[in-house]
């Protein structure tokens, strides 16, 4: 059974970077495509971009010029940076696993972790 | 951007019922589409995947159809445990940007 969990600060300061990392349990981060996914207080839910253990990133066209996702195989965990961040980027942060390239739904989930941009 | 759009944004129900959510994408994603469900304080949970495909340990009363730009989720024999936001997803292989809709709430009548 693959697990997710996310950690990093809860408070980030308006202009600064946002920094979670999620660790991978029960798999190897080296096969499937790993995704972050954020979900706005009292809001729906929005796919931030991916990672696949190769290095092959792809991000939400809303985010790409903020947003940098990283991998650690040694590690089996992967990250997440948002660059100069504002109130509208507090959400509700998960890691997420997709199944594979062609069939990208989300099998498995952390459990999230809230991040609020205040000074 | 494949715009996604679920109706509706929420119903009232009782336990027993059968319930069918709607989910429209705004251009052909063929069979690209899963469906989760969330409660609150929790992760959003896979439901059905390839339009129709229930993931594993996903009961029976869950189901899922179409194909193209309409879909639906039905559950049927509503149990307590049901009550929850339903938000669909989709994830065509072009453009390679996902997508979730804005999700259906299903609350006690």
């Known amino acids: 059974q693959v697990h997710l969990q996310e950690s990093g600060p809860g408070l980030v300061k308006p202009s600064e970077t946002l920094s979670l990392t999620c660790n991978v349990s029960?798999?190897?981060?080296?096969?499937?495509?790993w995704s972050w996914i954020r979900q706005s207080p009292g809001k729906g839910l929005e796919w931030i971009g991916y990672i696949h253990y190769s290095g092959n990133t792809n991000y939400n066209p809303s985010l790409k010029s903020r947003v940098t996702i990283s991998i650690d195989t040694s590690k089996n965990q992967f990250s997440l940076k948002l660059n100069y961040v504002t109130a509208a980027d507090t959400a509700v942060y998960y890691c997420?696993?997709?199944?594979?390239?062609?069939?990208?739904?989300?099998?498995?989930w952390g459990q999230g972790t809230l991040v609020t941009v205040s000074s | 951007e494949i715009v996604v759009t679920q109706s509706p944004d929420s119903l009232s129900v009782s336990p027993g019922e059968r319930v069918t959510l709607s989910c429209r994408a705004s251009?052909?994603?063929?069979?690209?589409l899963a469906w989760y469900q969330q409660t609150p304080g929790q992760a959003p949970r896979l439901l059905i995947y390839g339009a129709s495909t229930r993931a594993t340990g996903i009961p029976a009363r869950f189901s899922g159809s179409g194909s193209g730009t309409e879909f639906t989720l039905t559950i049927s024999n509503l149990q307590s445990e049901d009550f929850a936001i339903y938000y669909c997803?989709?994830?065509?292989?072009?453009?390679?940007?996902?997508?979730f809709g804005q999700g259906t709430k299903v609350d006690f009548k």
């Open positions: 029960g798999g190897s981060i080296s096969s499937n495509y």
């Open positions: 997420a696993r997709a199944f594979d390239y062609s069939s990208s739904f989300f099998d498995y």
């Open positions: 251009q052909n994603v063929y069979s690209n």
């Open positions: 997803q989709q994830y065509n292989n072009w453009p390679r940007a996902w997508t």
